[in-house]
Nanobody
């Protein structure tokens, strides 16, 4: 089973950028689909972005609310998946989590969460 640890969150002004990391151990991420999720105070956890590079088209997926602003990528050598977040808005404030699964459907159905990393967008 792969273990994941999120990092890279922080406080940023509106319009700023952050890069989140999802570091994996125990298994190589090349055999998994990986997704990023977020949970804002008082709201349910929601899907943000996913990647499944086993597909020839690159297999990236984004929530409509982050398309064009966020980009998910991977570094096999580091066994890490990144979430580059640009043009951040206050509504992006949340705890961000990553999850792994055999398919994107399994990722979306994940129920085992780590600590996440806090992202706060505020002036």
């Amino acid at each position: 089973q792969v273990q994941l640890v999120e990092s890279g969150g922080g406080l940023v002004q509106p319009g700023g950028s952050l890069r989140l990391s999802c570091a994996a151990s125990g298994r190589t991420i090349s055999n998994y689909a990986i997704g990023w999720f977020r949970q804002a105070p008082g709201k349910e956890r929601e899907f943000v972005a996913g990647i499944d590079w086993r597909f020839s088209f690159g297999g990236t997926y984004y929530a409509d609310s982050v398309k064009g602003r966020f980009a998910i990528s991977r570094d096999n050598a580091e066994n890490t998946v990144y979430l580059q977040m640009n043009s951040l808005k206050p509504v992006d404030t949340a705890i961000y989590y990553c999850a792994a699964g055999s398919t994107m459907a399994a990722v979306r159905g994940n129920t085992d969460w780590g600590r996440g990393t806090q992202v706060t967008v505020s002036s």
